[in-house]
């Protein structure tokens, strides 16, 4: 059984941008235009890994992080946002709550892209997106 | 009176003969007693001797009836003998009550023998007439019986001789009397009842009615009435109701016959009176009067002035005893009231000459009072003054001082005679003298009468006390009469004015004071009146404004300051001249180039009105200037807030697409042979897209800056932020061909910092070093980072201008800038060092002119407490 990726983002490229990037790697990617729609897969569908949009119409990313850490505790989010700093206070009061994610700055290339779902999803954990940011 | 005396002497002849003859008769008679035959011859003969004798003989018994009586006896008392014999003389009433004791008393000597008289009496003869008798009385016996043998004179003659003496004698003793009571008459007796009283006595028992007459009414006044007695009921019926108060008018025609007493002969009906004639007016009254009685009118008159007049009422059948003892009287009285009126007016002018003198006395009292009071009031003046006044000649010595001089310890002795101007302080005599030679002159005139032309003068100086005390001394001097009257003085009245000078002196003091701060004071003040024109102004505002204080002229501000004519748009001054409050404004002055902040503050007089105005103008030209670069920092910061809003937004929509294109060319490239002529075209596209988001990404963090309150301290590489910075700039650097090193040792750890902040010091630092290169021909810029104990040096070095010692220091305060305005903030150097400073760090300068500025900035490698609080977060992440 394939591995699973979720994609949420309202923006028809990023969604793009992860499809090309790992279309051959086998994962089978999902793709939601917003918080709602990615809720409503999570509630049907196990995903290995999720990348989410901070901003989006209707539920913003951290309200749709807090929805989906209560349907899935454990699996890997990788908030990828392009301006996080109006969500700051919320992430922080998040990570005071305990539930768990990763930020990533967009924009990133397919190949930050594949290296980061695959090391996620294979295991090989060697490349942080906190140190990649770094470089 | 010869004539009296030789009957007087006859008579005592007869009567001694007629003595001896009664001797002889007496001798008879004893005689007969003895020849009785020789008595009746004898007796015969004696009866025709009596019957013959010049003496009225009779004979009557004891009861007074009369047995015989001679022939001149019958002739003496007018009865014939046939009347009397037989019948008492009681019968007969010979005599008048007033003789009937005295004849009584005579007959009873006469029953015992014994011979009375001669006794004189009068007898009241036969139809009522009186005659003086004198007789003479025997006892004689016949038939056993007593009878009276009397002898009887007629002494009516020698008797009225005798009256009329006596009369003339008692009339000079009264009127030598009343002359003299007349004379001591003073003014306050009343004449008239005198006159009344003593007139009376002159006439017997009559009615006195005395006038007065008035030459100017030419009334005759009714003033006194004597002896009126029950009569004057009958007064006051005839002359009116009240008879004292009675005027009768006389015709100023008959004036001078009354006092002439010529008037009997005037004719038309006048009464002829005993003494004169009244006018008729008059004797219509006492016409009226003559009912009364028999009137007699006197006037008083006395060389041709009438006095007044005297009614005489008298029984019918008085007469006037003596007409010349009147008449003296009368003019004696008239001689009185000319004396009288004389007295009258003496003692009227001697009235009105006291009267006078006790006004006169009375006003020099009062002016004596007044002087005195006066006087009084100097004394009081000059003795309790706490002024000096002092007299002094011309030449200065003192002839006068009051008791106030005690005060400076002198007494009179220790200055009088002395000269002021000795005693004096020396500078002081010099500048008074020839003010002295003044008043000098001014006695000469004085000489020539011209001392009404008034000269005093004020004049200070210092003067010692006793104890040698200087004393401000302040007189004022004027020519004065001397105090002996002889020549002039000058009196100084000196008012001691120490206290007053040392306040003024004080006063001056702090009015330099004020002045020296007034002009101390930097901003430019002044005070003006209400027409604008400087009454006052302080060295600053002469500076400012280029004014020479001593040339105004009049002229008003607005001219001087601003070189209009009229006060500007929205001057201040005119806005409190006309509104009395207190009023402000800035403006740009063309003139001078500056500008300035005016503020007005109205000063009001005693009737409330704006008298002057306190202008302060203070040049706030670099505040304005500071103002423009907050103004312009307050607009490039909101600039930069709405461009870090554009920013965010833009970023964040670039992110996307961005993201997009970057995948889109890295799936193409992927998907392209590295032999493919498009594959290094793609690899370019990927690389510019990648600078793209690595623009954005800068912007980004930059735009981010001053929203970083919140953003905590993290662990971050140096050489990070200069990369970035270097990035940032990079457009810059390369356009101005700028070369920038850089070299971050290797050993240098991470360090706590705020990322973004500490990103924008170096922005800034690296910045103004682009800008000091500027204009320079070598341009280089080196940063260097390495450990320095706890820190982490930072230095950076440019090959610019430098930076002059004076301004280093000033360089990192607030607006500070060398910057043409609106092109450098002045905030970057100091905002970098608030931010330093709050990491804990230090930024100092170090520069010679020439060889570039260098900045070093110290950070401190370990924040303790930040780490802690760092580690405890970051743990679980690692």
New interface residues.
């Given amino acids: 059984m394939s591995k699973r990726v979720l994609v949420i983002?309202d923006?028809?490229?990023?969604q793009?941008?992860?499809i090309?990037?790992l279309?051959d790697t086998g994962y089978h990617i999902d793709t939601v235009r917003s918080g709602e729609e990615g809720i409503e897969k999570i509630k049907f569908d196990r995903y290995d890994i999720i990348f989410l949009d901070l901003?989006m119409p209707g539920l913003d990313g951290v309200a749709t992080l807090r929805e989906l850490r209560q349907i899935d505790r454990d699996v890997p989010i990788y908030i990828i946002t392009?301006?996080h700093?109006?969500f700051?206070?919320k992430l922080k009061n998040a990570t005071k709550d305990g539930i768990d994610f990763e930020i990533i700055?967009?924009?990133?290339?397919?190949?930050q892209?594949l290296s980061l779902t695959r090391g996620v999803l294979e295991g090989a954990m060697d490349h942080s997106p906190?140190s990649e940011q770094?470089v | 009176m010869a004539d009296t005396d030789k009957t007087k002497e006859q008579f005592t002849n007869k009567q001694e003969e007629m003595l001896q003859q009664v001797a002889v008769l007496e001798a008879s008679q004893a005689k007969h007693d003895q020849h009785k035959t020789r008595m009746w011859e004898a007796e015969e003969y004696l009866k025709s001797y009596i019957e013959s004798a010049p003496d009225g003989v009779y004979i009557n018994d004891l009861n007074g009836t009369f047995l015989y009586g001679n022939k001149k006896a019958e002739e003496i008392i007018g009865y014939a003998r046939e009347e009397l014999l037989g019948k008492s003389f009681l019968k007969l009433k010979l005599l008048p009550p007033k003789h009937l004791i005295k004849a009584a008393k005579l007959m009873a000597l006469n029953s015992i023998g014994k011979r009375t008289g001669p006794d004189e009496f009068e007898l009241i003869v036969k139809g009522g007439g009186r005659k003086w008798v004198e007789i003479t009385a025997a006892p004689i016996k016949q038939d056993g019986k007593t009878m009276v043998l009397g002898f009887v004179r007629d002494v009516t003659e020698r008797k009225k001789d005798k009256e009329i003496e006596k009369q003339y004698v008692d009339d000079q003793a009264f009127l030598s009397k009343t002359a003299t009571e007349l004379v001591f008459l003073s003014l306050e007796d009343d004449i008239y009842t005198f006159i009344a009283e003593n007139l009376r006595k002159l006439v017997g028992n009559c009615t006195v009615i005395v006038n007065s007459f008035s030459e100017k009414s030419g009334n005759f006044t009714l003033q006194s009435i004597a002896g009126a007695g029950r009569r004057i009921n009958a007064l006051t019926r005839v002359l009116g109701k009240h008879p004292i108060g009675m005027t009768i008018p006389i015709d100023n025609r008959v004036k001078p016959d009354i006092t002439s007493g010529v008037l009997n002969k005037v004719p038309g009906g006048l009464y002829e009176l005993s003494f004169g004639a009244l006018p008729k007016p008059i004797c219509h009254n006492i016409e009226k009067l003559l009912s009364l009685g028999d009137t007699h009118a006197i006037a008083f008159s006395w060389k041709g002035y009438l006095y007044g007049s005297a009614a005489i009422l008298m029984h019918r059948g008085n007469i006037i005893r003596n007409p010349h003892a009147v008449r003296t009287f009368v003019n004696q009285v008239s001689i009185a009231l000319q004396r009288r009126q004389a007295e009258q007016e003496l003692k009227q002018a001697h009235d009105e000459l006291e009267m006078r003198v006790k006004e006169r006395t009375r006003e020099l009292e009062k002016a004596n009072e007044a002087i005195k009071e006066s006087e009084r009031k100097y004394r009081l003046i000059t003795d309790n003054t706490a002024d000096f006044i002092a007299m002094t000649t011309f030449e200065g010595v003192y002839v006068y001082l009051s008791p106030s001089h005690k005060r400076l310890g002198y007494t009179e002795s220790d200055l009088l005679g002395k000269n002021a101007l000795q005693i004096m302080h020396d500078d002081d005599r010099k500048r008074l003298l020839p003010l002295l030679a003044k008043y000098a002159g001014m006695k000469i005139k004085g000489l020539f009468g011209l001392k009404n032309e008034s000269f005093s003068q004020t004049v200070s100086y210092r003067f010692p006390d006793k104890w040698g005390n200087w004393h401000y001394f302040e007189s004022t001097g004027s020519i004065v009469d001397a105090i002996d009257g002889k020549g002039l003085n000058i009196l100084f009245i000196t008012r001691d004015i120490t206290e007053r000078k040392q306040v003024e002196e004080k006063l001056e003091s702090a009015a330099q004071e004020w002045r020296i701060t007034f002009d101390s004071i930097t901003t430019p003040v002044s005070i003006h009146d209400k027409n604008f024109r400087l009454i006052r102004a302080n060295r600053a505002f002469a500076e400012t404004f280029h004014i020479n204080l001593k040339e105004l002229n009049g002229r008003p501000c607005y001219k001087l300051i601003h070189g209009t004519d009229e006060p500007m748009v929205g001057c201040p001054l005119a806005k409190t001249l006309a509104t009395g409050l207190p009023a402000t404004a800035e403006f740009f002055e063309p003139q001078l180039g500056i500008y300035l902040n005016v503020s007005s503050s109205p000063v009001f007089g005693e009737d409330s009105q704006v008298l002057s105005c306190v202008h302060i103008a203070s040049d706030i030209t670099k505040r304005k200037q500071t103002e423009d670069t907050l103004r312009f920092l307050t607009a490039k910061s909101e600039r930069m807030s709405a461009m870090s809003t554009l920013a965010a937004g833009v970023a964040h929509e670039l992110n996307n697409p961005m993201m997009g294109i970057l995948n889109l060319i890295q799936y193409c490239l992927k998907h392209t042979s590295e032999d493919d002529l498009r594959y290094p075209v793609l690899q370019d596209s990927e690389r510019e897209a990648k600078r793209c988001a690595d623009i954005v990404k800068n912007l980004m963090s930059f735009s981010l800056s001053g929203q970083e309150g919140e953003v905590e301290y993290e662990k971050q590489r140096v050489a990070i932020i200069i990369d970035r910075v270097i990035k940032l700039l990079s457009y810059r650097t390369e356009r101005e061909h700028v070369t920038v090193t850089c070299h971050v040792a290797e050993e240098l750890p991470e360090i706590w910092i705020k990322t973004n902040a500490i990103q924008q010091v170096v922005l800034n630092i690296v910045d103004n070093a682009l800008d000091a290169l500027a204009g320079c021909p070598k341009k280089e810029i080196y940063i260097e980072a390495q450990p320095e104990g706890e820190f982490a040096k930072i230095l950076f070095c440019d090959s610019g201008c430098g930076i002059a010692p004076e301004t280093q220091e000033r360089i990192f305060e607030p607006f500070f800038t060398t910057k043409p305005v609106g092109q450098g903030t002045g905030l970057g150097l100091s905002v970098s060092r608030n931010i330093v400073n709050e990491h804990g760090g230090s930024i100092t300068c170090e520069s010679t002119p020439g060889t570039g500025a260098k900045f070093k900035m110290l950070l401190p490698i370990h924040t303790r407490r930040k780490e802690e609080k760092q580690d405890e977060q970051a743990s679980p992440g690692d």
């Avoid at chain 1, 923006?11 to 990023?14: D, G, I, L, N, P």
């Avoid at chain 1, 700055?105 to 190949?111: L, M």
């Fill in positions: 983002d923006e028809k490229a990023v793009k941008s992860f090309l990037a279309e901003k392009a301006f700093v109006e700051l206070d700055d967009k924009p990133i290339g397919s190949d892209i906190r770094n």
